[in-house]
């Protein structure tokens, strides 16, 4: 007889998704998937809209990193434009986004994930949260609390705004930045400092007591992809995208966000209202691959700055060639906030910062466009087609959710098949399946919800419905 | 960046595009304006209390969250004591309870506050909408005044 085991919903997430385990009749795990059972409609109501509101519109998609949107579509815009932004313009983006990969990791690693790590998996779920990492640790509380806040508050102080800030427009930003902000930015990042290197510390003192879960968290061979400087660095709102294989090989490179369709495709699965992005020559799912800090750690060559390239380079011994466990995203996270700490600091210290020209204007001149920038959980592209009058006629949007996909369904499959035996499980046992999709920390809305006060409810299913068992959290 | 130390900190939370849910967020707007001169009184509108606030709150001497209650009659207005102590059933991560937050703050950084206290509003409905349900729009005048209280109340003690 088989049976179904259905996590709904998936706790510690981004959005809302439920994870299903087909068992069959011996107990053992014959099938898995995480599905995201939200719809969104972004691509579909944007239609008719005049293209330069895209960048507004299209923010709202998320509210953790409505800034990695608000770039990719307005260089997508820009591409409509056939306008080149202003040098100061640029950097300022650069600084928004660096400040939302700050805030958004520190909330993935310290809030969504570090229950898990500090406490450990089958910590009673009951304390298995931010108050009993509080509790736990309150010097890494702190520390989480402070780089959320260092964050939030560099993007308020540029866009006027934590959350969805209207700064970012087609051809640069609204407004230049002042001496008297840049100086207060500057102030908090000794504070950014101290708290992530707390927290790498802290996290390579416990990584190694992990090994089981490294070894079976979405451990396997896989292509990667990510945007990359000229110089071959990290870079996260520039630079163009690569793609290696699981050996390291680079496959393809210096594909502009005009390219992404020669080697990007989507597929779809009945299980899942998110797409499943794969690399075009090698067709879907061979083509898989991932995104994100694991992705861009793994691609690049150097961070471009002295204490993360230190970072880096201990980063790159954990494996011969690309690192392959996504429980090294949380790692990968943190070294990511180390460099965007720097980088900030390295931006400002040019004083053409301040320079008054942040924004160029132009109508329509081309009726496509295509714009990429990383968001802290992968890369990211907005493509939009317009008419005359510059109204969107069509628009695709290729999310690293949707890119880190099919290596999620891998993972869960992985997980659950090293986990579940005899078709028994724990509690426990079920939080390891979640805390394998939380290391790609997917992004499914970021809209308003109270995820915490939601129950998780898992059933164990027979072949004709029957509840067999059931735990509840 | 923390903000300069306020004495009084009024919290609200809710969603301005789910009807009654907002009333939270119409009476922080008030109660900027009616502490405008005020630099004792520090006013935060979210729409999700978040782990983030505990920084703030631990900043100011007195808090008053102010949000929507499902769980009372529509219109009716409640102060209510807030106490640090956590319900150990309580699952937290994205959004904390007024409680849970004010436990996170003492936990954190050992601030305790001299007043606590819950301002909430019942309300009828938290569907889609930008309208309040005629039970709260009758409640905001008192609502208005329970707050002004309440916060002039925490300064003078």
Redesign the interface.
Same mark, same amino acid.
């Given at each position: 007889m088989s049976q179904t085991i259905t996590i709904d919903p998936v706790?510690?997430l981004e959005g809302h998704g439920k994870i299903t385990i087909q068992l069959n009749g011996q107990g053992e795990v014959e099938n898995a998937h995480f599905h995201v059972t939200q719809v969104r409609g972004f691509e579909r109501f944007s239609e008719g809209r005049p293209f330069y509101e895209m960048p507004s519109l299209m923010a709202r998609i998320c509210g953790i990193c409505p800034v990695s949107h608000l770039i990719a579509s307005a260089k997508a815009c820009e591409a409509i434009m056939s306008v080149r932004i202003p040098h100061t313009a640029a950097q300022l983006r650069r600084l928004l986004n660096l400040a939302q990969m700050v805030q958004s990791h520190a909330l993935s690693f310290f809030?969504?994930a570090s229950p898990d790590l500090l406490l450990g998996m089958e910590a009673d779920? $009951?304390?298995r949260?931010?108050?009993g990492v &509080?509790?736990a640790k309150?010097e890494l509380?702190?520390a !989480?609390?402070?780089l @959320? @806040?260092?964050g #939030?508050?560099i993007i308020e102080?540029l866009g006027d705004k934590r959350v969805h800030p209207g700064w970012v427009v087609p051809g640069g930003v609204t407004e230049p930045l002042s001496a008297a902000k840049r100086d $207060?930015i500057l &102030?908090?990042l000794p504070e950014a400092y101290s708290s992530v290197g707390l927290a790498l510390g802290a996290y390579k003192q416990i990584a190694g007591t992990f090994q089981p879960e490294i070894e079976v968290f979405a451990n396997f061979p896989s292509n990667y992809m990510s945007l990359i400087s000229e110089e071959e660095a990290i870079d996260f709102t520039d630079g163009a995208l690569r793609l290696i294989d699981a050996d390291g090989n680079i496959i393809e490179d210096g594909i502009t966000a005009s390219r992404y369709t020669e080697v990007i495709g989507e597929a779809v699965e009945p299980y899942s209202y998110t797409k499943f992005a794969y690399y075009k020559p090698l067709g879907y799912p061979d083509g898989s691959y991932r995104v994100g800090p694991l992705a861009r750690l793994n691609i690049v060559k150097s961070m471009g700055t002295p204490k993360a390239e230190k970072e880096l380079a201990e980063f790159k011994q954990l494996a011969a060639g690309p690192v392959s466990s996504s429980f090294h995203y949380h790692h990968a996270r943190l070294v990511e906030i180390l460099y965007g700490i720097e980088e900030i600091e390295e931006i400002l210290a040019d004083s053409r910062i301040l320079d008054k020209h942040v924004r160029a204007t132009a109508g329509v001149n081309r009726l496509e466009g295509a714009g990429q920038a990383e968001a802290p959980r992968g890369v990211l592209h907005h493509h939009y087609k317009v008419d005359e009058n510059g109204k969107i006629t069509w628009a695709n949007l290729v999310i690293a959710t949707g890119q880190n996909n099919n290596a999620m369904n891998r993972g869960v499959l992985q997980a659950a098949r090293s986990y579940i035996k005899d078709g028994k499980f724990t509690e426990g046992v079920l939080n390891r399946v979640e805390a394998l999709v939380r290391t790609f920390d997917p992004c499914l809305s970021c809209s308003?919800?109270?995820? !915490? #006060?939601m129950p998780l409810e898992i059933s164990l299913l027979s072949a004709d419905g029957e509840v067999i068992d059931r735990l509840f959290? | 960046m923390t903000e300069p130390k306020a004495r009084c900190l009024v919290l609200a939370c809710g969603n301005s595009l789910r009807s009654d849910d907002g009333v939270g967020l119409k009476l922080a707007l008030w109660a900027e304006e009616r502490f405008r001169q005020n630099p004792e009184v520090r006013v935060i509108a979210r729409q999700q209390w978040t782990p983030d606030l505990a920084e703030d709150i631990a900043a100011a001497d007195s808090v008053l969250f102010v949000d929507a209650s499902v769980k009372s009659p529509p219109g009716r207005v409640h102060l209510i004591p807030v106490s640090s102590r956590v319900d150990p059933s309580a699952q937290a991560s994205h959004h904390l309870t007024p409680n849970q937050l004010l436990g996170l703050t003492r936990t954190l950084y050992g601030s305790i506050k001299s007043h606590a206290m819950l301002l909430a509003v019942g309300v009828v409905s938290t569907e889609l909408g930008e309208n309040f349900s005629a039970p709260v729009e009758a409640a905001l005048p008192r609502a208005r005044g329970v707050l002004e209280k309440a916060v002039l109340r925490f300064l003078g003690s």
């Open positions: 706790t510690r809030y969504l779920p $009951k304390v949260n931010i108050l &509080a509790a309150p509380g702190r !989480g609390i402070a @959320r @806040r260092i #939030q508050s102080l $207060k &102030a908090m308003t919800h109270a995820f !915490g #006060q959290r | -």
